[in-house]
Nanobody, 118 residues
Framework: QVQLVESGGGLVQPGGSLRLSCAAS????????LGWFRQASGKQREFVAS???????HYADSVKGRFTISRDNAKNTVYLQMSSLKPEDTAVYYC????????????WGPGTQVTVSS
């Protein structure tokens, strides 16, 4: 069982930066895909970024070039560095662990609010 806790959210002005962290208790396997999703008020949850072993990364087009995902397996932590933030980035950001071994499982954190506003 994996428990996730996000941190680092807050209020930031347009053009600013934030770094989100997600700490996992219960351990992360090297084969796990770690990801970030977000959900704006009144909208469906959407994919933001993911990272696999070997530092393979994938980003939503809306954040490509502005956000960077990274992981520290030794610390069981995944990060999301967000730069050039826009008001449309405002959302609750959720950390996800997608596990395929020994069984298919998905784990979610409770989320952290990011608000981009002047």
């Amino acid at each position: 069982q994996v428990q996730l806790v996000e941190s680092g959210g807050g209020l930031v002005q347009p053009g600013g930066s934030l770094r989100l962290s997600c700490a996992a208790s219960g351990g992360i396997y090297g084969s796990d895909t770690l990801g970030w999703f977000r959900q704006a008020s009144g909208k469906q949850r959407e994919f933001v970024a993911s990272i696999r072993s070997g530092s393979w990364t994938h980003y939503a087009d809306s954040v490509k070039g502005r956000f960077t995902i990274s992981r520290d397996n030794a610390k069981n932590t995944v990060y999301l560095q967000m730069s050039s933030l826009k008001p449309e980035d405002t959302a609750v950001y959720y950390c996800n662990v997608h596990r395929t071994w020994p069984s298919l499982s998905d784990y979610w954190g409770p989320g952290t609010q990011v608000t981009v506003s002047s």
